[in-house]
């Protein structure tokens, strides 16, 4: 019942910071042509990362999936931050973007801990056994 | 001797350990180097390292991934799937368990109302191990067959005496194991059909009502729908249900095939407020169904208690049980003769019968198959002379006219079926009916699950299976010579004594009070 509070409100935070960014993804911002530039990623780069990220804030939003929207964020948010590391930096505003990026990824983290039980390869790692298991 | 297909299995998943973040690195390296695009792999690739560390060092509970990592996933993909996969792609047309295709697809296709004639030979195992129908040379001829009538309560006299016209019944399911789709369509379809519809043990039959079809009300051990606070039977909540015009019969539960000796649990979790409603119970306490009923813990309280429901319904009041042992029931019927107290029928129930859930142990191991326990039942009722007392129902896979035949001719009066009605409905055999998850809608309250389960398309197909069934059964019995099926007798069948019912005819007490 608690964990089932924290992951939601978990949900919504990581359904939050992703889906902020949306609409400049979707409208060519200069900010985002130029931060994905250094990547060496045109707009069907972001505009490809802006789709996945639109499917995992729904996926997260809808309970019997959330798993799957959490593992989608999770790679993205790793992604990011790997492009923060190794090209983007953590300059000024970049700064901000690498730090929602890491609170995304910490708690997808979250969110697929308490979700385990959803999906049985992910129920494995943990020892739990998943809802499906018990039934039969 | 090593054969050059040998897999070494713990060799290739130590390559596919080592691969996955040597891959990691390429994956980064290209990433960094080439193009950013390659993170795409990098990140899957970073997802399977930490799970795979999870499954190999974290994690405690499953051996082949600690021992082998991600390949053993594989496994437990391929084995979730399995039970599908080979019934879609390699099981034959006559091994699956509990009803193979062949006998499946005979029910879809009287359901469906299509021409079951085969060609070339019978799929059957054809060994002489088979119980098979005597035919006669001089058949019945049609104009000479006997309509089916039999009236239950006769015996006694009864006002409210109950005649049915076709063989067939549809046996209990109770609301709960069936969601509303199924048992409307089954109710309308017994209308149609004009056959009676057995409650189950769900409670109050407010779906069943709907549908307006001669319904069989069944008393659990729980005395769902008629029960006090503590679970005994309540006097006025009967009689009230018993007044209702559809209600034409009393089944007291005693037990059943599929798991009997053995009560039931319903978890609070599953009681809504309409089960708690339809069944009169509480919300927020789990609810035992006691292995027996509370009122009937010695044999003399057993028979009064029969006698007590008869009298408060004034229905046709018998008892479904799966026989056990074949001596208590004898001290049963000696009781019945000393109070003068017969029910007015027992449906014998195989311990091949279904259920909606019973633990496995009970399903597989306990009760006597249909055709001894029947036998059984038959040869005691007329060694203590009162056979012509009560009628027989008998249930347990019989669903085919084959096997119904065999049933008439061991003393079955009437043939009950359970889950030859879930197939008519179109039941795919997915074996889900305890998990709220059967795929065509029957045994779920999923709406979702149910909406596919159209009750005006489905009801047609329950009354198609029983009018072909019971075309089938009046060919076969015109084939035995007999003008009705209370004619049909053992004599009629050819026992091997290798099968279930030949061993139990060898070793019975009549033979062995002959022999000696
Ligand atoms: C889904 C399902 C629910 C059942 N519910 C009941 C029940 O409530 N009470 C009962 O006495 N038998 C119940 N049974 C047993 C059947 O009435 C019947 O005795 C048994 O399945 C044998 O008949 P069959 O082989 O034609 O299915 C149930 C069976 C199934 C498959």
């Known amino acids: 019942m608690k964990n089932n509070i924290i992951s939601w409100i978990a949900q919504?935070?990581?359904?939050?910071?992703?889906?902020?960014?949306?609409?400049?993804?979707?409208?060519?911002?200069?900010?985002?042509?130029?931060?994905?530039?250094?990547?060496?990623?045109?707009?069907?780069?972001?505009?490809?990362?802006?789709?996945?990220?639109?499917?995992?804030?729904?996926?997260?939003?809808?309970?019997?999936?959330?798993?799957w929207g959490a593992i989608l964020s999770w790679g993205l948010m790793s992604g990011a931050i790997m492009g923060h590391i190794s090209k983007i930096g953590f300059e000024g505003n970049a700064g901000a973007m690498a730090g929602m990026a890491i609170a995304a990824w910490l708690l997808s983290c979250l969110i697929i801990f308490f979700r385990r039980n959803q999906a049985s390869f992910i129920a494995n790692m943990f020892g739990t056994k998943s809802s499906n298991e018990m039934q039969s | 001797m090593a054969s050059s297909l040998h897999i070494d299995l713990h060799k290739i998943s130590k390559f596919v350990n080592l691969s996955i973040p040597a891959l990691f690195v390429v994956f980064l390296s290209a990433g960094h180097f080439v193009s950013f695009y390659f993170h795409f792999f990098t990140v899957a690739f970073l997802f399977m390292v930490i799970a795979n560390f999870f499954y190999m060092t974290v994690q405690k509970e499953?051996?082949?991934?600690?021992?082998?990592?991600?390949?053993?996933?594989?496994?437990?993909?391929?084995?979730?799937?399995?039970?599908?996969?080979?019934?879609?792609?390699?099981?034959?047309?006559t091994e699956e368990r509990p009803f193979n295709r062949e006998e499946r697809s005979e029910v879809y296709r009287k359901a469906k109302n299509i021409d079951s004639a085969s060609s070339f030979g019978s799929q059957q195992n054809f060994d002489p191990s088979e119980i098979k129908i005597r035919h006669t040379m001089f058949p019945t001829p049609k104009e000479a067959l006997q309509p089916f009538k039999i009236t239950y309560g006769e015996e006694r006299g009864l006002e409210f005496a109950y005649t049915i016209t076709r063989p067939i019944m549809i046996s209990a399911m109770s609301y709960g194991a069936l969601g509303t789709n199924a048992v409307r369509s089954l109710a309308r379809g017994a209308k149609l059909a004009n056959i009676p519809m057995n409650t189950g043990e769900g409670g109050y039959p407010e779906y069943h009502l709907m549908e307006d079809c001669d319904l069989i009300f069944q008393i659990g051990t729980a005395k769902f729908g008629v029960r006090t606070d503590d679970g005994l039977l309540d006097d006025t909540k009967l009689a009230e249900i018993a007044s209702k015009p559809q209600i034409r019969m009393i089944e007291i539960k005693f037990s059943q095939g599929a798991k009997p000796g053995k009560g039931g649990?319903?978890?609070?979790?599953?009681?809504?407020?309409?089960?708690?409603?339809?069944?009169?119970?509480?919300?927020?306490?789990?609810?035992?169904?006691?292995?027996?009923?509370?009122?009937?813990?010695?044999?003399?309280?057993?028979?009064?208690?029969?006698?007590?429901?008869?009298?408060?319904?004034?229905?046709?009041?018998?008892?479904?049980?799966?026989?056990?042992?074949?001596?208590?029931?004898?001290?049963?019927?000696?009781?019945?003769?000393?109070?003068?107290?017969?029910?007015?029928?027992?449906?014998?129930?195989?311990?091949?019968?279904?259920?909606?859930?019973?633990?496995?142990?009970?399903?597989?191991?306990?009760?006597?198959?249909?055709?001894?326990?029947?036998?059984?039942?038959?040869?005691?009722?007329?060694?203590?002379?009162?056979?012509?007392?009560?009628?027989?129902?008998?249930?347990?896979?019989?669903?085919?006219?084959?096997?119904?035949?065999?049933?008439?001719?061991?003393?079955?009066?009437?043939?009950?079926s359970a889950r030859g009605f879930m197939l008519s409905l179109g039941c795919i055999q997915a074996l889900q009916c305890g998990n709220n998850t059967c795929p065509i809608g029957i045994t779920t309250h999923d709406p979702e699950l149910q909406k596919g389960l159209?009750?005006?398309?489905?009801?047609?197909?329950?009354?198609?299976?029983?009018?072909?069934?019971?075309?089938?059964?009046?060919?076969?019995?015109?084939?035995?010579?007999?003008?009705?099926?209370?004619e049909l007798t053992e004599e009629n069948l050819y026992i091997p004594s290798d099968t279930v019912l030949g061993n139990y005819r060898l070793n019975s007490p009549e033979v062995q009070a002959a022999a000696s």
């Open chain 2, 265 to 416: 649990l319903l978890p609070k979790e599953k009681i809504t407020d309409e089960i708690a409603k339809l069944r009169g119970i509480k919300k927020g306490a789990d609810v035992v169904s006691p292995p027996y009923h509370p009122e009937c813990d010695t044999v003399e309280k057993t028979v009064a208690f029969i006698k007590r429901v008869q009298n408060v319904s004034g229905l046709p009041t018998g008892f479904k049980i799966c026989l056990g042992k074949v001596s208590e029931f004898e001290v049963l019927v000696e009781e019945m003769k000393r109070q003068d107290v017969y029910p007015d029928f027992i449906t014998v129930d195989g311990a091949e019968g279904g259920t909606g859930a019973a633990p496995k142990a009970f399903l597989d191991g306990v009760g006597l198959p249909l055709l001894v326990g029947l036998a059984s039942i038959q040869d005691c009722l007329k060694r203590h002379g009162i056979r012509n007392k009560m009628k027989l129902n008998a249930s347990g896979k019989l669903i085919s006219p084959r096997a119904q035949l065999v049933a008439f001719a061991l003393g079955a009066d009437a043939i009950y």
């Open chain 2, 454 to 486: 159209v009750i005006e398309s489905r009801a047609p197909r329950i009354a198609n299976y029983v009018h072909n069934i019971e075309h089938d059964l009046e060919e076969l019995l015109r084939a035995t010579g007999c003008k009705s099926f209370s």
């Open chain 1, 12 to 67: 919504l935070i990581v359904v939050f910071i992703l889906g902020q960014t949306l609409f400049f993804k979707f409208t060519d911002a200069p900010e985002v042509a130029e931060m994905f530039a250094k990547l060496g990623m045109g707009p069907f780069g972001y505009k490809l990362i802006g789709s996945l990220e639109l499917v995992a804030c729904i996926l997260l939003l809808i309970p019997s999936s959330t798993i």
């Open chain 2, 62 to 93: 499953h051996v082949i991934l600690k021992n082998f990592g991600l390949m053993g996933q594989a496994r437990y993909i391929i084995e979730s799937i399995g039970p599908e996969m080979r019934q879609y792609l390699f099981a034959s047309d």
